[in-house]
């Protein structure tokens, strides 16, 4: 009698693993370890316009500016501020902005190429900090893709460019035409 419902146990046990096999897969699984962790990085250079190329979109004898502020703003698919913050150049005009806490909502829409841009904030420079919209700075710079990754152990991060920007200078000489 004892064998029998010990055949009926064992029986029904393995029916229940049959009908479900989540909670029996679910004990076997290994637990993962660390999970590796993907950034969103922007990145570009700030520069100081010459006098020479004023009204125009050219770089030609720029000087990079360094603690030059920018902001990456990124507004979701419902045109709502999604993220924002502020970083500064090195002492090279270089700006290395990684978006810590930037979340898509909707894959394609929310996608940082379509919903961030870098706009200039400020310029240290006394002479040269008035807002130029030299690759959109003023309304907002899209971003662009380079295939750019960088890649640790259990990092990833995706490399976005923006700009050059450049701020100009407050006060050039009259142009003299010869």
Not at 48 to 69: N, V
Not at 99 to 114: A, R
Request: with cysteine; proline share 6%.
């Amino acid at each position: 009698m004892e064998s029998r419902k010990l055949k009926i146990f064992i029986s029904s046990c393995l029916l229940l693993s049959l009908a479900f096999p989540s909670v029996t897969m679910a004990e076997e699984t290994p637990k993962k370890t660390e999970e590796k962790t993907a950034a969103v990085v922007v990145e570009g250079m700030v520069y100081c316009q010459s006098c020479d190329k004023f009204g125009s979109w050219s770089l030609t004898g720029a000087e990079p500016i360094p603690a030059a502020k920018v902001s990456v703003i990124c507004k979701n698919h419902k045109d709502q501020v999604s993220f924002y913050k502020a970083f500064e150049t090195d002492g090279n005009g270089y700006f290395y902005a990684e978006l810590d806490g930037f979340k898509m909502g909707h894959n394609i829409l929310d996608h940082p190429l379509h919903s961030c841009h870098v706009k200039l904030v400020s310029s240290p420079l006394e002479n040269c900090n008035l807002l130029s919209n030299v690759n959109y700075g003023l309304y907002g710079s899209p971003l662009r893709y380079k295939n750019k990754r960088l890649f640790g152990k259990h990092y990833e991060a995706v490399i976005y460019a923006a700009g050059p920007l450049a701020f100009r200078p407050a006060h050039c000489p009259p142009k003299t035409h010869d």
